[in-house]
């Protein structure tokens, strides 16, 4: 079974500074997907940005960007100029390849508790 | 355009209760995935449903959980003799079939046993 680890409960940042959040995985498969969701107080999930793990190259959103390491199974997401609205729970989800049952489920993180200090 | 419901918003019940929670998927939408989310926890995967038949149900935490899906689209959960450790918020999902799959949730329930 899949297993995604976020070690960072809480984190702060600066407004306009930059903050990595940290997630590791563990797999045994070569062909999957990772996801960055972000939960506000409204509980409503948003998906951030998402990689699949066949790409190299890191993905990209705006002000959002990932650095993948799939042989150190590491995935972090990089917010640049933060802004108040960026406050939220992030988590980071592992899906596996689609199966011949269709898309598989999602496997979370413990998410990490983004502020942002005006 | 719509995304995807879920009702109630907010559930009270009395352990004991039975209660049932409602996800209406985005129209089109063949795949749904209901997610459990308690304090401080990240979300766990409950059942899966490709259309209306249920090929992962792995998750469901015990035989006191049931769920349905109707006509490929509404799906509700089921939750007999509720107990307190059942209390949590209810996220509901549902995805196209394509590569990605992206999963697009609703704003939960959260049921709270008292």
């Known amino acids: 079974a899949q297993t995604v680890t976020q070690s960072q409960p809480e984190m702060s940042v600066q407004e306009a500074e930059t903050v990595t959040l940290s997630c590791t995985y563990d797999t045994s498969e070569s062909d999957y997907y990772l996801f960055w969701y972000k939960q506000p107080p409204s509980r409503q999930m948003i998906l951030v940005i998402r990689q699949e793990a066949y790409k190299q190259q890191n993905a990209t959103e705006n002000r959002f960007s990932v650095n993948f390491q799939k042989a150190a199974k590491s995935f972090s997401l990089k917010i640049s100029d933060s802004q108040l609205g960026d406050a939220a729970m992030y988590f980071c989800a592992y899906r596996s390849a689609p199966s011949n049952f269709g898309n598989e489920k999602l496997t979370f993180g413990t998410g990490t508790r983004l502020t942002i200090i005006p | 355009g719509a995304g995807v419901s879920q009702s109630p918003s907010n559930k009270v019940t009395e352990k004991g209760k039975d209660v049932e929670l409602r996800c209406d998927p985005i129209?089109?939408?063949?795949?749904l995935y209901w997610y459990r989310q308690s304090l401080g926890q990240g979300l766990e995967f409950l059942i899966y449903f490709q259309g209306n038949s249920a090929p992962d149900k792995s998750g469901l935490p015990s035989d006191r959980f049931s769920a349905e899906r109707t006509g490929g689209s509404v799906s509700t959960l089921t939750i007999q003799r509720t107990q307190q450790e059942d209390s949590a918020v209810y996220l509901c999902a549902s995805s196209i079939d394509d590569q990605f799959g992206e999963q697009y949730f609703g704003p939960g329930t959260r049921l709270t046993v008292t």
């Open positions: 129209s089109g939408h063949t795949a």
